[in-house]
């Protein structure tokens, strides 16, 4: 009963987030590029996702590793310090391209455009890691997520087929916050 309110009180929260954030240059409230905005969505996005038992046994911490974006990382850092997710310990790590990204729970790149987007995609494929991008058209490109602006507002959008084939399963509070896209097998975006 206790996460069942937990879950509609963090979808309050991450609605309220999502609606309330302003255009840039609008008073002292985060705006839409600002590294602490970002972080919270990102700590969001983790409580409202399901891994497989086999890659988030019990017991164990979501690790959550961020690719490039190293004022995001340290958001995520100070955001996540005394935090539990579902739960766990959340450790944040730094890592580059060539790291152990499927050893990740969450991944969230910067810049992931066209050919660098597909080689981290390729490198996670079938792999249960909540791929995230600040790149506009990360989501249609095959990632899971990606932030994007729309009326000086930050927004997300999220492919809900890559998140199946990740053997990710998302809230539908999630889902119904997002602007869903589909996969463009084509390579051109949206």
Same mark, same amino acid.
């Given at each position: 009963m206790t996460e069942g309110i937990e %879950? @509609?009180? %963090? +979808?309050?929260?991450?609605?309220?987030v999502c609606a309330t954030v302003p255009a840039a240059g609008e008073g002292h409230i985060p705006q839409t590029n600002d590294p602490e905005l970002? +972080? +919270?969505f990102l700590l969001n996005f983790a409580k409202f996702t399901v891994w497989p038992p086999e890659m988030l046994p019990p017991d164990s911490p #979501?690790? +959550?590793c961020v690719l490039g974006g190293g004022r995001v990382a340290e958001a995520l850092?100070? #955001?996540? /310090?005394g935090q539990q997710v579902q739960g766990r310990?959340?450790?944040v790590r730094r890592i580059d391209a060539d790291g152990p990204i499927r050893t990740? @729970? #969450?991944l969230y790149g910067t810049a992931l455009e066209g050919p660098r987007a597909a080689a981290i995609v390729g490198k996670v494929a079938s792999a249960p890691v909540l791929t995230v991008s600040d790149s506009a058209d990360f989501a249609s /490109?095959?990632?899971i997520a990606n932030f994007y602006v729309d009326a000086g507002r930050m927004r997300f959008a999220v492919n809900p087929e890559a998140a199946t084939r990740a053997g990710l399963r998302l809230s539908s509070r999630l889902l119904n916050l997002a602007r869903l896209v589909k996969e463009d097998h084509d390579g051109g975006g949206r």
């Open positions: %879950m @509609h009180w %963090m +979808a309050l929260v991450f609605s309220i970002k +972080a +919270a #979501l690790i +959550a850092e100070d #955001l996540t /310090r310990e959340v450790i990740c @729970h #969450l /490109r095959g990632g």
